[in-house]
Nanobody, 113 residues
Framework: VQLVESGGGLVQPGGSLRLSCAAS????????MSWYRQAPGKERELVAF????????NYADSVKGRFTISRDNAKNTVYLQMNSLKPEDTAVYYC???????WGQGTQVTVSS
């Protein structure tokens, strides 16, 4: 199993970023996927989840209405569209396959003026 995140960076408050996670080594279309984040000095937090069967999604209350998780099974990729970013969204963001607890290496998102 390999999960490779990309798309992080520095953005001003109110800006947007789209994170991507390229998956390989397993049947992506049959796997639920999620995004976690960890801010300095804080515990890891589940940000968003997408089911593999129904495509249903769930979000942390702190990102509802601002973040959108989606997937492209043809490309073995899961995305996290982040809009209206706030300084408190600053964290390392991780792509996770919950089954088996597989994690990517993470990508840094910094929201600052």
């Amino acid at each position: 199993v390999q999960l490779v995140e990309s798309g992080g960076g520095l953005v001003q408050p109110g800006g947007s970023l789209r994170l991507s996670c390229a998956a390989s080594g397993f049947a992506f279309s049959r796997s639920a996927m999620s995004w976690y984040r960890q801010a300095p000095g804080k515990e890891r937090e589940l940000v968003a989840f997408i089911d593999n069967v129904s495509g249903s999604t769930n979000y942390a209350d702190s990102v509802k209405g601002r973040f959108t998780i989606s997937r492209d099974n043809a490309k073995n990729t899961v995305y996290l569209q982040m809009n209206s970013l706030k300084p408190e969204d600053t964290a390392v963001y991780y792509c996770v396959r919950p089954r088996g607890n597989y994690w990517g290496q993470g990508t840094q998102v910094t929201v600052s003026s």
